[in-house]
């Protein structure tokens, strides 16, 4: 039986194409105030790829959206100032 909290080397690969994902669509032209909640929506979409139950997917694309977010704008901040 899964849990909800079952992670597999699939969800973690999705964070680095979540991210690539959002960098994208904000060249684009996605406002860069719109990149969290693009994250998000990718990281659900990413995760609802795997074939696992919707509250998995939910739960685990926010947490892969959210992750993404941070890989980006974690180094960002602390480069900058």
Do not use: H
């Amino acid at each position: 039986m899964e849990t909800l909290f079952d992670f597999s080397p699939l969800v973690l690969a999705a964070i680095p194409v979540v991210l690539g994902l959002v960098e994208v669509t904000k060249r684009v032209g996605l406002p860069a105030r719109y990149a969290p909640l693009a994250s998000l929506v990718f990281g659900v979409g990413a995760i609802a790829l795997t074939g696992v139950s919707w509250q998995a997917t939910v739960i685990q694309g926010i947490i892969v959206g959210l992750a993404a977010s941070g890989l980006w704008s974690g180094p960002k901040k602390t480069i900058s100032g």
